[in-house]
């Protein structure tokens, strides 16, 4: 696989975790407005590439018409969708990874982790339970699962579920 085919994919799979990761309360703020044109701005020199400029062509005039509401949020679920099955991702290195990534920023974007958050992160971990095996992966379920213990999030797991996030950014 080519370099460019695969930082097509990387950057695919990391909006739809971005768009997972803001969508998971059903609410798109401002911050997290901002997390999408950034990833625009990062992503642009990758228009270069025939592949991703059919992406690109299609979700950023969504994101830069000024806002995103939940229905577009929907509509580039959609799009990412179809676009992945038609470049596949059978090549790709850890693809849940990048979603995972993603899903993090998201989740970061917003300022604050709810337990709404929580719980649907914790749904997306249980259907990915075959990633349980790797070690960053492993970390995540058990720090979920621990914060989930009292069916709530307080201050302080919120800040300590960011900072793992903020970490495994980094």
Same mark, same amino acid.
């Given at each position: 696989?080519? +370099?460019?085919?695969? $930082?097509?994919?990387?950057?695919?799979?990391? +909006?739809?975790? !971005?768009?997972?990761?803001?969508?998971?309360?059903?609410?798109?703020?401002?911050?997290?407005?901002?997390? !999408?044109?950034?990833?625009?701005?990062? @992503?642009?020199?990758?228009?270069?590439?025939?592949?991703?400029?059919?992406?690109?062509?299609?979700? @950023?005039?969504?994101?830069? &018409?000024?806002?995103?509401?939940?229905e577009e949020l929907e509509e580039m679920k959609l799009i990412?969708?179809?676009?992945?099955?038609?470049?596949?991702?059978?090549? +790709?290195?850890?693809?849940? +990874?990048?979603?995972?990534?993603?899903?993090?920023?998201?989740?970061?974007?917003?300022? &604050?982790?709810?337990?709404?958050?929580?719980?649907? !992160?914790?749904?997306?971990?249980?259907?990915?339970?075959?990633?349980?095996d790797h070690y960053s992966f492993q970390e995540l379920f $058990?720090?979920? @699962?621990?914060?989930? $213990? &009292?069916?709530?999030?307080?201050?302080?797991?919120?800040?300590l579920l960011k900072s793992f996030f903020a970490d495994q950014?980094?």
């Amino acid at each position: 696989m080519n +370099l460019q085919t695969k $930082e097509t994919q990387e950057a695919a799979y990391q +909006l739809a975790g !971005l768009i997972y990761g803001i969508s998971l309360d059903g609410i798109v703020t401002k911050n997290e407005y901002d997390a !999408l044109k950034n990833w625009c701005s990062v @992503h642009e020199g990758l228009c270069e590439n025939e592949t991703f400029q059919q992406l690109y062509s299609r979700v @950023h005039p969504i994101i830069e &018409d000024g806002k995103v509401n939940h229905e577009e949020l929907e509509e580039m679920k959609l799009i990412l969708r179809e676009f992945v099955a038609d470049i596949g991702s059978e090549k +790709l290195d850890r693809p849940n +990874l990048f979603f995972l990534h993603g899903i993090f920023e998201g989740i970061l974007a917003s300022g &604050d982790i709810n337990t709404y958050e929580v719980y649907r !992160l914790n749904q997306w971990l249980e259907k990915n339970e075959h990633l349980r095996d790797h070690y960053s992966f492993q970390e995540l379920f $058990e720090l979920v @699962h621990r914060v989930l $213990e &009292d069916q709530k999030v307080d201050d302080e797991e919120a800040k300590l579920l960011k900072s793992f996030f903020a970490d495994q950014l980094a």
